[in-house]
C-alpha cells in the first residue's frame, strides 16, 4: 500500500519570486521564497501560513544588491567588484545587475542579509549559480585576488596558456571560498539561534558549464563541510546548446539533459548530501510557443527520471511565469500580440499530473531494460573549465601558433566551441546505441573511497581536461588493476600539456599527465590493443575524440572496440536506439533519433503518465524522438490502494 507522503520529506519544491496566489500552489512540499528584497518576510510568512516548507533562495553572483553596491550597506560603493572584459565593460545579468567577483566584502553582505530570514524561520538557504565568465577577470578586485592568491602581478589571461589556466582555476576557487564562508556562517548563526539551517547551492552541470565556459567550483564543492546537498540546474535552455553528432550540429535536449543529470548525479554518490533534479515547464527564452516549451519539457523531465539515484524533483522554477504568463513574447517589443497566449488546459493538466508523480520516484526496484549490467563511465574532470578556450598570440598570419604546437587556427576554434567536442565525441556515439552511461567525476576519486568500484568500463581522454592531482592517475591505475578496463582515447597534442603543473615537474621536463598515467600502469606506451594490466586491461585509440564528432569511420572503430572489449568480458551491448528504465512500477522511455529509426512498443497493461486524463493502454508505441512515462498496473495488482500522481 503506498501513502501520500509528508511535506518534511520535501520530495518536491519549487522557486518563486512572486507572493503566493492560486495559479501557483501546486501542492509541492517545499518552496524557496526567491530574492532578499524587502518583501521577503512576508512572502516567507504568507506560505508558511499556506502549509509550505519554506526555503530561501537567491544568487550567489549576481541579485538585487544594490544597496551593496551603492554603499547603503557599508559606506562604501562596491561596483570595483563587478565582472570585467578586457575593455572594461561589465558583465551584466541585467541593468545594473553585474555578476560580481567573490569578494570578502561580498560574502559578509550576503550572510548579513540572511539573518533576518533565519530569524524568521526559513529552513534552508540555497545560495545558487556561483558563476565567473571565462571572459571577464579584468576588474582590480579580480587583479587584487590573483595577486594575493598566486604572490605575484595579475597576467592578462589572453596572454598565454598559462595565465588562462590560473585565471580560470581562481575564478572556480573563489567561489568556493565564497560559499564556504556563506555556509559556515549560516551554521554558527542558526546553532545559536536554537536550529540548524541548511545549505544548498543550485548550479549547473559540469557539463553545460564547460560548453558555456563559465567557471564555477563545481567538484571543490563537496570540500564545504557546512554544505547540505545541490540542486542540478538542468532544463531546456541549457540542454538545448547544440553539440556535434554526424558532422550535424544541432540541439539534442534529451541527450545532452542526460549527461548533465548524469554527471550532477556525482556530486552527491558516495556522500550524505541531497540532490534536486530540476526541470522547467518552460525556460528562461520567452519567444517559443507553447508546443516547443512542452516537447522540450517532456525531453528534460524524462532525461532526469532516466537517473534512479535521485529521487526529490524542483519541479517548477518560477510556477508564476508557467501558469500566468503569454507566451511567445514579441521579440521586437517584449510584448504580448495576438500570437502570446495562456499555458493550454492540457499542458497545464499534464504539468499538475506530472508534479504529483514526481513526488513518488523513490522506487528501490529500478533497472534499464537494455545494457543495465555494463556500468560504462566516461570521465569528466573540473579542470574541462579551465581549458575551454585557446588565448595564444596571433592568429592572423600564422598557421601554426608556436606555443600551440600542430594545432591549427581552425582545429582550435573547433575545439573551444560550444559543441564540445572531446566530451561529446566519447559520449554520444555511446548514448545513441541505447548505453545508459554514467558521467564519471574523477576528481572525486580523491574524496569518495572506492569512488570507481562500481565501474567496469572507463572512457578517458587528457585531450580536454588534467588530472588535478597524481593521485588521480594512481587511483583510476588501482581501479584497473583490480579488474577495470580503461579505454584511453587521444592524440596527447593538447596545448595545455605544456602547462607547469605537476605532470612535468612545474616546466622541467616535456611529460604529460598520460605519461604518469601510464607509469603509474607500468605501461612504456599506449597499448593499441587490449592490455592484461593485473586484473584488468587498458586499449587506446590514437586520436582527439573530437574526431569522433565528425568521421563516421572512426566513429565506428571506436563503438567495434568497446563491443569487443564488453563480449570479452562476458557482458553484451546490445544497439539501440531508445534508453528504457524500469523504475519501480513506472516505466520511463526515451526513443532517440539519428540511431536505428525503430519504433518502442510496450505490451501490457498500463496507464499512460503522458496524457492529461490518464489513459489506459495495453500497447504504447513510441517514435523515434518522442518520450514515454507509463504505470504498469500489473506491478501493483495485489496492493489494496496505490497511488499513481
Not at 185 to 198: D, L, P, Q, T
Not at 257 to 265: D, L, T
Not at 487 to 496: E, T, V
Not at 547 to 575: C, N, P, R
Request: proline share 5%.
Amino acid at each position: 500500500m503506498s501513502f501520500i507522503r509528508e511535506r518534511q520529506e520535501e520530495r518536491t519544491g519549487y522557486q518563486e519570486i512572486a507572493p503566493w496566489n492560486a495559479a501557483i500552489d501546486v501542492n509541492a512540499d517545499f518552496v524557496m521564497v526567491y530574492g532578499n528584497d524587502d518583501t521577503v518576510l512576508s512572502r516567507i510568512h504568507e506560505f508558511k501560513r499556506r502549509g509550505y516548507v519554506v526555503h530561501l533562495m537567491t544568487g550567489s553572483a549576481w541579485g538585487d544588491y544594490a544597496d551593496y553596491l551603492n554603499g547603503e550597506w557599508d559606506g562604501s560603493t562596491h561596483w570595483s567588484e563587478a565582472q570585467q572584459k578586457a575593455d572594461g565593460t561589465m558583465v551584466s545579468h541585467g541593468k545594473d545587475t553585474p555578476y560580481m567577483v567573490p569578494t570578502i566584502s561580498f560574502a559578509n553582505y550576503l550572510f548579513d542579509k540572511f539573518k533576518r530570514v533565519i530569524d524568521a524561520g526559513v529552513e534552508a538557504i540555497h545560495l545558487e549559480e556561483p558563476e565567473f565568465w571565462d571572459y571577464s577577470g579584468y576588474s582590480q578586485a579580480f587583479k587584487q585576488q590573483y595577486e594575493l592568491y598566486y604572490r605575484t602581478a595579475w597576467q592578462d589571461p589572453k596572454t598565454n596558456i598559462e595565465a588562462h589556466y590560473r585565471t580560470a582555476r581562481l575564478k572556480a576557487y573563489l567561489y568556493k571560498q565564497l560559499l564556504e564562508r556563506i555556509g559556515d556562517a549560516i551554521k554558527e548563526y542558526s546553532i545559536r539561534k536554537g536550529k540548524i539551517v541548511r545549505f544548498y547551492v543550485p548550479t549547473h552541470s559540469l557539463v553545460n558549464y564547460s560548453q558555456w565556459k563559465i567557471m564555477s567550483p563545481e567538484g571543490m564543492l563537496n570540500d564545504i563541510p557546512s554544505l547540505d546537498g545541490f540542486i542540478a540546474q538542468v532544463w531546456t535552455g541549457t540542454s538545448r546548446t547544440p553539440n556535434t553528432y554526424r558532422g550535424v550540429t544541432k540541439e539534442r535536449t534529451l541527450e545532452t539533459a542526460y549527461c548533465e543529470y548524469s554527471v550532477m548525479q556525482e556530486l552527491v554518490k558516495g556522500q550524505d548530501k541531497r540532490m534536486w533534479f530540476l526541470a522547467d515547464p518552460i525556460e528562461d527564452n520567452p519567444n517559443y510557443e507553447w508546443s516547443a516549451y512542452q516537447s522540450s519539457y517532456l525531453e528534460t523531465v524524462t532525461a532526469s527520471l532516466l537517473h534512479p539515484d535521485v529521487a526529490h524533483y524542483e519541479i517548477c522554477p518560477w510556477p508564476n511565469r508557467v501558469f500566468n504568463g503569454r507566451y511567445p513574447i514579441n521579440k521586437q517589443d517584449g510584448g504580448h500580440g495576438e500570437e502570446s497566449k495562456p499555458i493550454p488546459p492540457t499542458y497545464r493538466t499534464l504539468l499538475n499530473n506530472m508534479f504529483q508523480t514526481l513526488g513518488n520516484m523513490d522506487q528501490s526496484d529500478a533497472y534499464y531494460e537494455h545494457n543495465n549490467d555494463i556500468h560504462l563511465g566516461v570521465a569528466m574532470s573540473d579542470s574541462a573549465l579551465y581549458q575551454r578556450s585557446y588565448p595564444e598570440c596571433d592568429w592572423e598570419d600564422h598557421n601554426h601558433v608556436p606555443m600551440l604546437g600542430e594545432l591549427s587556427k581552425d582545429l582550435l576554434e573547433q575545439y573551444s566551441s560550444d559543441a564540445f567536442p572531446m566530451f561529446y565525441g566519447m559520449s554520444l556515439p555511446l548514448l545513441k546505441r541505447g548505453m545508459p552511461l554514467r558521467i564519471a567525476q574523477i576528481d572525486n576519486v580523491l574524496k569518495t573511497p572506492n569512488y570507481l568500484q562500481d565501474l567496469k568500463y572507463l572512457v578517458l581522454s587528457y585531450d580536454f581536461m588534467k588530472p588535478l592531482s597524481p593521485a588521480v592517475n594512481v587511483e583510476i591505475a588501482n581501479w584497473v588493476r583490480n579488474g577495470g578496463t580503461l579505454i584511453y582515447i587521444g592524440d596527447n597534442l593538447d596545448p595545455y600539456n605544456q602547462l607547469p603543473a605537476w605532470w612535468n615537474d612545474f616546466g622541467r621536463t616535456s611529460a604529460t599527465p598520460l605519461d604518469h598515467l601510464l607509469r603509474s600502469l607500468n605501461l612504456t606506451s599506449l597499448p593499441q590493443q587490449a592490455t592484461v594490466v593485473d586484473k584488468g586491461r587498458m586499449i587506446s585509440l590514437h586520436y582527439n575524440p573530437a574526431e569522433l564528432t565528425m568521421d563516421l569511420t572512426e566513429e565506428a572503430k571506436y563503438v567495434a572496440v568497446i563491443d569487443a572489449l564488453i563480449q570479452s568480458k562476458g557482458d553484451y551491448f546490445e544497439h539501440t536506439n531508445d534508453l528504457t528504465l524500469i523504475r519501480g512500477p513506472y516505466v520511463v522511455s526515451a526513443v532517440m533519433d539519428e540511431s536505428s529509426g525503430v519504433e518502442k512498443s510496450h505490451v501490457g497493461h498500463f496507464v499512460d503518465l503522458l496524457t492529461p486524463d490518464f489513459e489506459y493502454k495495453t500497447v504504447v508505441t513510441t517514435v523515434p524522438g518522442q518520450t514515454a512515462l507509463l504505470f504498469d498496473v500489473d506491478k501493483v495488482r495485489n496492493q489494496s490502494v496505490t497511488v499513481i500522481g
